[in-house]
């Protein structure tokens, strides 16, 4: 998270969430390989 420039874990969700449709563990759960 912090590698990718995000400083603040509520704004990364809520990037996150904006751009693709669900949070990040709920885009982990459905994408698993």
Known sequence: M???GF????HFYKECT???G???????LHNKK
């Open 2 to 4: 912090y590698q990718s």
């Open 7 to 10: 400083m603040n874990r509520s």
């Open 18 to 20: 904006k751009r693709m």
């Open 22 to 28: 669900v949070a990040p563990k709920d885009y982990r």
